[in-house]
């Protein structure tokens, strides 16, 4: 009997497949932002929604991120349940008061009597030379302010299971999705960015993180292509007789503590990469979380690798220098083993 063959999607794929089955149920869904429309996103994220739904639900915006955030908010407060696409999260200063006076804080200050149920979708990372005004993650900035979820996954079946939740949910959500994991032709083809998609509508929850493999010898947490970046690290490290426990993030607001401490309870040692900035930022939450609360389960400190505190370089060489990857994981974990 042949085996059934597994349906794949690119990230961006899967994205738009979320979204269109969260609108054929529900005539309240409608998406909104720049290029969205007949061009289906810069990154793909709302490809063939304009064809199958319209221009009355598929809304192409002017260059105005403070108007259709804001348009967006009001519509979620009147009973809708909008998708706004921000292009780059590094566009966010023009409109972040939308997003964290209004967007984040009305249902709070509305003592609940008002909810929020949308998702701001944004593009993130960097990897491809687009300089400092394109190239941030900016996990740690939304990650800080409540009365938002975040969350950032990192794979194709976690893209459209995330995006069914976050539409489903009552709260703000911050959806980011990294480039390099849509598949896009015009960019670097990665193996991650391709993943096996159900085709039947399907959700993954959005305060868990994922042990994408499990390992008796360190913790290494990662988020989108740093979790991809530590599955391969953890494949050389096992050549040298060293099992990672590779943990993606996938939710950045709330942050799943649980599996984070579990797995440091087994392996005594924790590195955590991120594709922000080092200071004030995710590896350093994470690492507070696991001092305050497993510090004695540690058998030596923890590391941290993030981009250094400088805004990233357009020069591919600078930029690589300065990104996290597979060479640089593996240098840390051995000099940690060799600490021991």
């Known amino acids: 009997m042949e085996t059934a063959k597994k349906r794949m999607l690119t990230g961006n794929k899967a994205m738009a497949e979320a979204i269109a089955q969260e609108m054929e149920n529900d005539k309240n869904v409608f998406v909104l932002g720049e290029d969205i429309g007949k061009y289906g996103g810069i990154f793909g994220s709302t490809q063939g929604l304009m064809e199958k739904f319209g221009p009355e639900r598929v809304l192409d915006t002017p260059i105005s991120e403070t108007a259709f955030i804001g348009a967006a908010i009001g519509a979620a407060a009147e009973g809708m349940r909008p998708i706004a696409e921000l292009m780059f999260v590094d566009f966010f200063g023009v409109c ?197 609360e497993a510090l004695y389960e540690l058998e030596a400190p923890i590391k941290r690798l993030a981009i250094p505190d400088v805004p990233i370089p357009y020069s591919h060489v600078l930029e690589d220098f300065v990104l996290p990857g597979p060479t640089k994981i593996v240098e840390t974990v051995k000099q940690m083993m060799d600490e021991a």
């Open 96 to 292: 972040m008061d939308q997003i964290y006076n209004h967007m984040a804080k009305i249902p709070y200050m509305s003592g609940g009597n008002v909810r929020l149920p949308m998702v701001l979708m944004t593009s993130v990372g960097g990897g491809y030379s687009d300089a400092a005004q394109h190239s941030q993650t900016l996990y740690a900035t939304f990650a800080h302010m409540p009365g938002m979820k975040v969350v950032a996954p990192s794979t194709p079946y976690d893209l459209k299971g995330m995006m069914t939740s976050a539409i489903r949910d009552d709260n703000p959500v911050v959806f980011m999705f990294h480039k390099s994991l849509q598949g896009l032709g015009w960019m670097d083809q990665l193996d991650y960015a391709v993943g096996h998609v159900p085709e039947e509508s399907y959700t993954v929850p959005l305060d868990k993180a994922n042990v994408m493999r499990e390992g008796k010898d360190v913790t290494i947490v990662g988020i989108q292509m740093m979790t991809h970046f530590a599955m391969e690290a953890a494949e050389r490290l096992a050549q040298d007789g060293i099992e990672a426990e590779v943990i993606d993030l996938r939710s950045l607001a709330p942050i799943d503590k649980d599996t984070i401490i579990n797995s440091v309870k087994k392996t005594h040692r924790l590195v955590v990469v991120d594709e922000d900035y080092r200071s004030y930022g995710m590896t350093a939450e994470i690492a507070a979380i696991v001092s305050e």
